[in-house]
């Protein structure tokens, strides 16, 4: 029976206290972390090296051993190494216990991209995910309000490590849990880039099946830091139906896939309003702007929300709309976009 006292958490904390000789980084962020394993009486680590160069593999298993034997109930620490000359460490670039990382542009602000994402991540939570979200957007973060979660608060921090906010589940970091409401951001684009850096390897995520990338709009510079400083297992495109938002949101696709990085597929915002009194339908804002950008961009349209009265006043309350929402068409669209979006992800790994 493996070890179940063992914290992962705690793992990953000195595991990236390891750092390789010669990269001068930590060996998780260069993506060499490729198990651990409890055992009965410890730990089993597996490393992955792109030669069999002994040297480092003693150096790595000495600073390894150090480290991981100082958390309480350890136990024996065995360590392996496993060489494979595919491995890229310059370009490995992975958040170690997060399984995938997914990035959720607009190209346009106002069209609800983070209120798109707080429910997605919501909906996935409730389907028994482990999820996260990053609010990437430092300028103009609005992921505290919509967790109920405003102004400056205090974070958490051990080792130079600091630690999510937990809020209905999911793991949450924002910059505005770092400056009151009324702090004005000024910063370039070095700044901008440091500060996604250390939202990405200097938080302790633990385990997460999803981690989102709330990212502020445009194709600028937080953009571009991020396709450099993580291998993002896709994006998804958020658009509203009307001419200007799907055109906008075309160019962020264009980036997207000028960086490489897959584009799982469009979900169309504000795709009608039903009075909720006699349930008729008006297109506020036109209609079938999703649908003609999943054909433009080539990619599936994951799903259409509605607008609703519990999404305008989610947004005031601090509580994602969908965590309410019980059978309604919220909650249908929600849960067929993360079913969409699940399968695409699989489609992608075949």
């Known amino acids: 029976m493996a070890n179940d006292k063992i914290d992962l958490t705690s793992i990953q904390r000195q595991l990236m206290q390891v750092k390789h000789p010669e990269l001068k980084k930590d060996i998780v962020s260069l993506g060499m972390v490729a198990k651990v394993t409890p055992t009965d009486d410890g730990i089993e680590i597996l490393i992955k090296t792109p030669n069999a160069d002994r040297r480092l593999q003693i150096g790595l298993e000495a600073q390894t051993r150090q480290l991981i034997s100082k958390i309480e109930g350890a136990g024996k620490v065995k360590i392996k190494f496993e060489v494979d000359q595919n491995l890229k460490m310059e370009d490995g670039n992975r958040i170690f216990g997060v399984k995938k990382v997914i990035a959720v542009g607009s190209g346009k602000g106002g069209v609800g991209k983070s209120t798109v994402t707080a429910n997605l991540a919501s909906t996935l939570s409730r389907n028994g995910k482990k999820v996260g979200i990053m609010d990437a957007d430092i300028y103009g973060p609005s ?33 505005s849990f770092l400056v009151t409401e ?34 502020p709009p445009g194709t600028g510079d937080v953009q571009l830091s991020l396709a450099q400083l993580i291998d993002l297992d896709g994006a998804v495109i958020v658009t509203t139906p009307q001419e200007v938002a799907v055109l906008d949101a075309g160019r962020a696709a264009a980036m997207f896939k000028q960086v490489k990085v897959p584009i799982l597929g469009i979900v169309e915002n504000m795709s009608g309003f039903a009075c909720p009194k006699c349930g008729h339908v008006t297109d506020v804002f036109s209609k079938g702007g999703g649908e003609k950008l999943s054909k433009q961009v080539g990619v599936p349209e994951l799903g259409a929300v509605p607008l609703t009265l519990d999404v305008m006043s989610s947004g005031e309350s601090g509580k994602p709309a969908l965590l309410d929402a019980k059978d309604s068409p919220l909650q249908q669209a929600y849960f067929k976009i993360a079913k969409n979006l699940e399968e695409q992800i699989a489609n992608w790994e075949e």
């Open 182 to 215: 009324d702090q004005p951001v000024v910063w370039r684009g070095p700044m901008l880039g440091k500060a996604i850096e250390q939202f990405l390897y200097d938080v302790v995520w633990g385990e997460l099946d999803y981690l989102f990338i709330d990212l």
């Open 143 to 175: 992921l505290g309000k919509m967790f109920g979660i405003n102004g400056r608060v205090a974070l958490k921090s051990e080792e130079d490590k600091i630690y999510p906010i937990e809020k209905h589940g999911i793991k949450l970091i924002s910059f």
